[in-house]
């Protein structure tokens, strides 16, 4: 019962200061996110000793089994781009005896390459300051073999217009992979960055804010369905879904 009153008071505050102060998520939620990533950089001794950062920094990491299917047909080094990344992309790079050109957009991508700086580690992909609803303008049309986001999206002031844009940014024949745990805004009772939910309604994968639910493709011809699965998880599933875009 106290959980349930937290989640519905964390959700109804957000609606209440979304309509008083339009800037309200973007900007509290931003400020929560630098001072995450600033309290883990902090201290050098634990962060180099995490399994997580050590494998994230490594420059030989392995391209995860699900995402180099999608990239089993490319001839060279495809490219990829790693929507939301955070400070080090979770994306692997060497796969086929190749490397991944991996590119990553992240609003925050200037605060994180400071932190990276501050200690001495090197980008583990071709950071570019960019908010998710302007792929397009930064990259251009179609230039991706793959576009991923992992825990990301549902940090966004609207996933919908952001999957547009990876979409924008897909070559045709190219896939979209997103990764979430599902119902992340309820989980954490709409604190932060954490406005939105992820889950599976019948066939579809739907994004819902605690109000209104909206399915991700709606209205998007050029892209379907290729694959998607929950992943067992405490204390909820990740899911995984892939699409292809065909136009």
């Not at 501050?118 to 792929?135: F, R, T």
Request: net charge neutral.
């Amino acid at each position: 019962m106290i959980q349930f009153l937290k989640t519905s008071l964390g959700k109804y505050k957000t609606i209440l200061f979304r309509k008083l102060i339009p800037s309200y998520r973007k900007v509290r939620g931003v400020a929560e996110e630098k001072n995450h990533w600033e309290r883990l950089f902090s201290s050098k001794e634990s962060l180099f000793s995490d399994p997580d950062f050590k494998n994230r920094a490594d420059p030989d990491r392995l391209l995860q089994p699900e995402l180099a299917k999608l990239l089993e047909s490319t001839t060279g080094d495809p490219l990829v781009l790693d929507v939301g990344c955070g400070p080090l992309s979770t994306i692997g790079i060497v796969f086929q005896n190749r490397r991944v050109d991996l590119h990553g957009a992240d609003p925050l991508a200037d605060d994180y390459q400071k932190l990276l700086d501050s200690i001495g580690v090197a980008a583990n992909c071709k950071l570019a300051n960019c908010p998710g609803q302007e792929l397009v303008k930064t990259y251009g049309e179609g230039k991706f073999d793959l576009v991923a986001s992992v825990n990301a999206l549902d940090h966004s002031e609207s996933p919908m217009d952001v999957f547009k844009e990876m979409v924008g940014v897909c070559k045709v024949g190219g896939y979209i992979f997103l990764g979430h745990s599902e119902n992340e805004g309820i989980h954490e009772r709409y604190h932060g960055m954490h406005q939105w939910n992820f889950r599976k309604e019948g066939s579809k994968l739907v994004a819902n804010d605690g109000v209104r639910s909206y399915e991700l493709i709606a209205g998007l011809s050029n892209v379907v369905v290729a694959a998607e699965r929950a992943i067992p998880s405490k204390p909820r599933p990740f899911l995984e879904w892939t699409f292809k875009k065909i136009g």
